[in-house]
């Protein structure tokens, strides 16, 4: 699988292209950690019964979407107070 | 396809494009294999926690059914995580003036189309 690739024969176009994808994969692995974090949380809130089923009923569906929203108003909750913090007291 | 696997006599990459081809191809599988891998091990974790309470000298044909539900159950939810993440990520962007639509966009492409996807 690996192969010896000569990255000194890129051109410069190309250089900038692989840069710009690789910055992408970045930010989607990223995106994807992030999703892998929260996944956890949620199933760990959400899945409370036995398993029966291999899919999501109703209740879990919805508890699964609020718990996503929820975190992310607590994210977004603790940035503000933390940036209204920040400007201290006399801002 | 054959040159993937890298047999040693395959001719060497060449041009400029064959090279940047090769290291897309490489990064994307690379990215790919990472998530699934980190996929599997979360599904490991709490599939066991939740169908193996109590180690036995095997596992039942009850806890065989429980963890191949587990699994499927664990995949539709990362699906609907995925989902309602980036919908509400896009929705703080645009509120706060949106100059990084491009990046949200290309985040969507990064989802696993339905269970069976996320493993291809």
Known sequence: MEQQLDLTKLSESDKKELNQVLTNEAQKSNIQQTVHHLNEVCWEKCIT???????LDKSEEACAQNCV??????????LSKLDSMRGGPGH | MSSLFGSGSAAPIQTSE????????QLQQEAAMSNARSLIGKINKHCFKACVPTPGTSLSAKENTCLSSCMEKYIAMWNTTSKTYITRVGVETKRLGGQDAAAIASMATGMPE???GIMG
Not at chain 1, 49 to 55: A, H, N
Request: hydrophobic share 35%; proline share 0%.
């Open chain 1, 69 to 78: 929203d929820r975190w992310m108003d607590t994210s977004l909750s603790i």
């Open chain 2, 114 to 116: 339905g269970g069976g």
């Open chain 1, 49 to 55: 019964s036995k398993i029966t089923s291999g899919t």
């Open chain 2, 18 to 25: 064959e090279i940047k081809a090769a290291v897309m191809r």
